[in-house]
T-cell receptor, first 115, second 111 residues
Framework: DSGVTQTPKHLITATGQRVTLRCSPR?????VYWYQQSLDQGLQFLIQ???????AKGNILERFSAQQFPDLHSELNLSSLELGDSALYFC??????????????FGPGTRLTVL | GDSVTQMEGPVTLSEEAFLTINCTYT??????LFWYVQYPGEGLQLLLK?????DKGSNKGFEATYRKETTSFHLEKGSVQVSDSAVYFC??????????FGKGTRLSVIA
């Protein structure tokens, strides 16, 4: 158990819908990362937050957005869903992203299926 | 930015065989290097890491040595077990940039 929690574990929805994925970081970790894992694209970095502020952006679509709240939990919002958005979405957290050796701890993931 | 190349899988080995999974990276800076493992149906777990040249990371019988001259961080284990069946990811990280993951190498160990 990494200490990072994600809800829900599974999500099944229809094209065009909007969903929200939630992540609670490890106690003491200020930084949260979101990744998408799919068979064709592999593991891709989406976005990072540090203490409530956006820190880095990766291959995140405009239909997707995220935020980190004062209690440090984070939510990833996916809208106008398409079949290709079906994937595993992972959240990770770390203490100090300014250090290259900083370790990211991953949650169990949310499996999104868009029908 | 950073990039990484991992050997293509899947890799199938018999129990107690020797394992090597190759990983080479490119980075503008002086990255830290990580190996993560993903067991079936689970998230990624840190397996080991190394933060400077010639450092050896080790955990659960796995080892990898940071080779700056060859920009490599190959993963090795002397005797694999069925429970080592998983997908292994190599990832460099320079400074405060995000981790850059390889495509992953699927390992299957058969009894």
């Amino acid at each position: 158990d990494s200490g990072v929690t994600q809800t829900p574990k599974h999500l099944i929805t229809a094209t065009g819908q909007r969903v929200t994925l939630r992540c609670s970081p490890r106690s003491g970790d200020l930084s949260v990362y979101w990744y998408q894992q799919s068979l064709d694209q592999g593991l891709q970095f989406l976005i990072q937050y540090y203490n409530g502020e956006e820190r880095a952006k990766g291959n995140i679509l405009e239909r997707f957005s995220a935020q980190q709240f004062p209690d440090l939990h984070s939510e990833l919002n996916l809208s106008s869903l398409e079949l290709g958005d079906s994937a595993l979405y992972f959240c990770a957290s770390s203490v100090d992203p300014g250090q290259g050796s900083d370790t990211q701890y991953f949650g169990p993931g949310t499996r999104l299926t868009v029908l | 930015g950073d990039s990484v190349t991992q050997m293509e899988g899947p890799v199938t080995l018999s129990e107690e065989a020797f394992l090597t999974i190759n990983c080479t990276y490119t980075a503008t800076g002086y990255p830290s290097l990580f190996w993560y493992v993903q067991y079936p149906g689970e998230g990624l777990q840190l397996l080991l890491k190394a933060t400077k040249a010639d450092d050896k990371g080790s955990n659960k019988g796995f080892e990898a040595t940071y080779r700056k001259e060859t920009t490599s961080f190959h993963l090795e284990k002397g005797s694999v077990q069925v429970s080592d069946s998983a997908v292994y990811f190599c990832a460099p990280r320079s400074g405060n940039t995000p981790l850059v993951f390889g495509k992953g190498t699927r390992l299957s160990v058969i009894a």
